[in-house]
C-alpha cells in the first residue's frame, strides 16, 4: 500500500514536469534530471518496500 501511494505521487509530479516543459516554463534536459531523480527515489523506495515485507515474512 505505501509502494502504491509513492507510486501515484511518483506519476503525479511526472505530470507535473511534463506540463511545465509542454508549456515552455522548464528545458527538455532539466526536466529529463528531474524525471530521472524521482525514479531513483522510486526504485529506492521500491527496494526498501521489498526488504522491509522480506522481513516481516510477506505479510
Given at each position: 500500500?505505501?509502494?502504491?501511494?509513492?507510486?501515484?505521487?511518483?506519476?503525479?509530479?511526472?505530470?507535473?514536469?511534463?506540463?511545465?516543459?509542454?508549456?515552455?516554463?522548464?528545458?527538455?534536459?532539466?526536466?529529463?534530471y528531474?524525471?530521472?531523480?524521482?525514479?531513483?527515489?522510486?526504485?529506492?523506495?521500491?527496494?526498501?518496500?521489498?526488504?522491509?515485507?522480506?522481513?516481516?515474512?510477506?505479510?
Amino acid at each position: 500500500m505505501i509502494f502504491n501511494a509513492k507510486l501515484q505521487e511518483f506519476a503525479q509530479k511526472v505530470g507535473f514536469i511534463a506540463n511545465l516543459y509542454t508549456g515552455g516554463k522548464l528545458p527538455s534536459e532539466k526536466a529529463y534530471y528531474q524525471v530521472e531523480s524521482l525514479f531513483r527515489e522510486l526504485q529506492s523506495t521500491k527496494g526498501t518496500f521489498i526488504n522491509d515485507q522480506e522481513d516481516q515474512g510477506d505479510r
